[in-house]
């Protein structure tokens, strides 16, 4: 069997079985990395369940009914009248939103989870209203049955009663949208109409609890969004950016300002024509370290980290005539997969560069003292555990990169490529197989 040990070809073909049997655990440990991070997922979904969950916010829209009758053949061959309700739904000129997010950190076992509480003042005007753009005329439009909708996607976060005033008129919101053409959550008020309305001036107060983000509309002809909050790392997603923002020690302020030429849509239309929440946009809360998706990034290594680290092993072998058995190769192996378990568990309990540089650090002393023991010399120990060093550096620095991260990684591929060949350019590969068996004997 020693001799067998002893062939170069044949430990090359181990090797590489070797390599492609520890690839088994790796894939597994990115397997658990995807299960903390759906454990992360359930305690967010458990904590905005009871609080309240990412909010997007829509409205006000003034909504009229209209029926429209259809002759329906019945089997006989005769005809019914059929009266469908449909709906004409009308954007405000004007909207303006006044906001401040005021952000709490909360916990689920080892997860944290943002929530917030937030207060919005919210004005606008009603003036333009295009009936004759869809062939509508006040005799066909059920004014006595008109109302308001203010979409909020989860009503759990709403603190306080909503009232709205419109013109000189003050009245109480109520749960639940008459029509879902446009959202499916929120808050309706009817307002009954006597005649084609003028302008209409409305403003209310909206006390809102959520989690995560908050995300805005943009119904109006011309809609301003301005929102303040403590909270330092925001992230500014959807359709728009701010057009002004400031970012400080003391947190952020935001400013929107979008135009009815911006998106999609028209300042009205019939039924479900048109999807506006297309076009939303604001603010994430989530927290700006996801050690999760570094985790992640790291596993993907894996196979570079024990191909690198089994070529060491097998020039040291090549070149010093030393004989290392199978199970070493395995045990160092384990050892390198045993890096990323350590890594993911280091990083729940403190910040992930920290975690990164603790299990990279055991590893890299588990395996110095191994090689020692196996190699019969420091300076070969040494020069293993300081590549291996040079590697975890190496991906350190990567996973720290966005852009540049594909363009560092090959480069550094290459110039390990580069090494290697460097080193095996004087070895006599067809002598091999003919002069190491003696030589190991010896």
């Known amino acids: 069997m020693k001799e067998l040990f002893q062939n170069v070809f044949f430990k090359m073909g181990m090797i590489v079985i070797l390599i492609l049997l520890l690839l088994i655990p790796a894939v597994m440990v990115q397997g658990l990395i995807h299960e903390r991070m759906s454990r992360q997922d359930e305690a967010v979904f458990e904590v905005s369940s009871k609080h309240a969950g990412q909010q997007s916010i829509m409205g006000p829209v003034l909504t009229i009914p209209f029926d429209k009758v259809r002759q329906l053949k019945r089997e006989n061959g005769t005809y019914k009248s059929v009266k469908d309700r449909h709906y004409f739904h ?27 509480g937030s207060k919005l003042k919210v004005n606008g005007s009603f003036n333009n209203y295009n009936f004759d753009d869809y062939g509508l005329s006040a005799e066909n439009l059920l004014l006595d049955k008109a109302f308001f909708t203010i979409g909020i996607s989860d009503l759990k976060g709403v603190r306080d009663q909503v009232k709205i005033k419109i013109n000189d008129s003050t009245i109480m919101s109520n749960p639940g949208v008459i029509s879902n053409d446009f959202v499916a959550s929120g808050l309706h008020i009817r307002y009954p109409l006597s005649d084609l309305p003028g302008n209409l001036e409305f403003n209310f107060d909206l006390s809102l609890n959520g989690s995560e983000s908050i995300m805005f509309t943009p119904i109006g002809k011309v809609t301003n969004v301005t929102l303040i909050s403590p909270w330092v790392d925001p992230s500014f997603d959807g359709s728009f950016l701010p057009k002004k923002r400031k970012i400080d020690k003391n947190g952020f302020k935001a400013n929107w300002k979008v135009l009815h030429l911006n998106r999609n849509y028209p300042q009205s239309w019939v039924n479900s024509q048109h999807h506006a929440s297309e076009s939303e946009f604001g603010v994430n809360l989530k927290l700006p370290v996801d050690v999760y998706q570094k985790s992640m990034r790291v596993a993907k290594y894996a196979i570079l980290f024990i191909v690198l680290t089994y070529l060491v092993f097998f020039f040291v072998e090549l070149l010093n005539r030393i004989l290392i058995h199978p199970i070493q190769y395995i045990l160092v192996g384990i050892a390198l997969v045993l890096f990323y378990l350590l890594m993911l568990a280091f990083s729940e309990q403190m910040y992930f560069d920290l975690a990164y540089v603790l299990a990279a650090t055991m590893t890299i002393s588990l395996v110095l003292f191994y090689c020692k023991s196996i190699l019969k010399s420091w300076a070969l120990a040494g020069m293993t555990a300081t590549i291996l060093a040079i590697l975890y550096s190496f991906i350190f620095i990567i996973i720290q990169m966005q852009d540049l991260a594909l363009l560092f990684g090959s480069l550094g591929i290459f110039l390990i490529l580069g090494v290697t060949m460097y080193f095996s350019r004087k070895i006599d590969w067809f002598s091999l197989g003919e002069s190491d068996k003696k030589e190991l004997k010896n």
């Open 90 to 116: 009308i954007l405000p000129e004007d909207l303006t939103i006044d906001g401040s997010i005021k952000p709490e950190k909360r916990k689920r076992g080892i997860f944290e989870v943002v929530v917030y």
